[in-house]
């Protein structure tokens, strides 16, 4: 298996259009291709595909800009009553990642304290979870096994279709110095990427990254929000001014 340089990278989400939906909020505005990212009892996630066709990876970083591709952070309370249903039912948010034995009780405990809104519960949470090393990764060989079937010079879509039809989604596209680099999460601990240049498979990979927890802040939160991976790790912090997420970076 041939291993991809991670240094260098900005992260972007992309959907894929593979089983995806269409979604019309309360207030008009409609999302196209809807995948769920992630979600808790207020709250979903989800990528969006704002087109029917499809696009390029060349051509990736334009649809981004233009809002064509992106993501968006939703109230629950926003959706129509079938479709609140359909992401509390059918996109379960049980954790898959295995839990520590004895420890358990804490740890579930703890990972419930890093979705609180209070950003003390959450930081001392994480703390908890990183000194106790309460988070344990599952094991990693059964998505060697997966990735094995993967043929170095297959096209996008062929590499989408295999991992379709076993069950695993597309969900972020990276951006490097030369290739586009798309992002399968495999479970709550790990991810396969797949390096694509000119439109085929050139490398691929499979690495722990534990699943990050999604917490959106207050109406009207101005300053830095920190959220966390579920093994304690803090996430890149995000600014907001008035509610609004802005492109400031953490000193």
């Given at each position: 298996m041939?291993?991809l340089?991670l ?18 909020t309360t ?7 809807v995948t ?5 009892s ?8 704002n087109?029917s066709?499809?696009?390029?990876p ?7 800009q233009?809002?064509?591709v992106?993501?968006?952070i ?17 996109h ?15 740890y579930v405990?703890a990972l419930?304290d890093?979705?609180?809104?209070s950003p ?10 990183r ?10 060989h ?11 010079g297959?096209?996008?879509?062929e590499?989408?279709?295999?991992l ?6 597309l ?21 396969l ?15 722990e990254?534990p699943r990050?927890t999604?917490v ?6 101005s300053?830095?929000?920190y ?9 890149r ?11 400031v970076?953490?000193?």
């Open positions: 041939r291993m340089p240094r260098a990278m900005t992260f972007l989400l992309i959907a894929t259009v593979i089983h995806a939906e269409d979604w019309t207030d008009g505005k409609t999302y196209q291709n769920v990212v992630s979600h808790d207020t709250v979903v996630t989800v990528s969006y595909v087109t066709a499809y696009i390029a060349s051509d990736l970083n334009k649809a981004i233009q809002g064509i992106g993501t968006a939703l109230p629950i309370s926003s959706l129509d009553e079938v479709t609140q249903q359909h992401v509390l039912n059918d379960p948010t049980e954790l898959k990642a295995s839990l520590p034995g004895s420890n358990a009780p804490e405990k419930t890093l979705c609180s809104q003390d519960v959450r930081s001392k949470a994480a703390e908890f979870i000194d106790n090393h309460l988070y344990k990764s599952t094991p990693r059964p998505w060697e096994k997966l990735a094995a079937g993967l043929k170095i297959e096209s996008v879509p590499v989408i279709d295999y379709h039809k076993r069950g695993i989604a969900k972020l596209s990276t951006l490097s110095r030369t290739n586009v680099v798309i992002h399968f999460p495999l479970d709550d601990s790990w991810v990427l797949c390096a694509i240049n000119h439109a085929v498979l050139t490398e691929y990979g499979i690495y990254e990050e999604i959106v802040p207050p109406p009207q939160f300053g830095f929000w959220t966390y991976r579920i093994n304690g790790e803090a996430m912090p995000c600014y907001y001014d008035r509610g609004k997420p802005m492109n970076e953490a000193r």
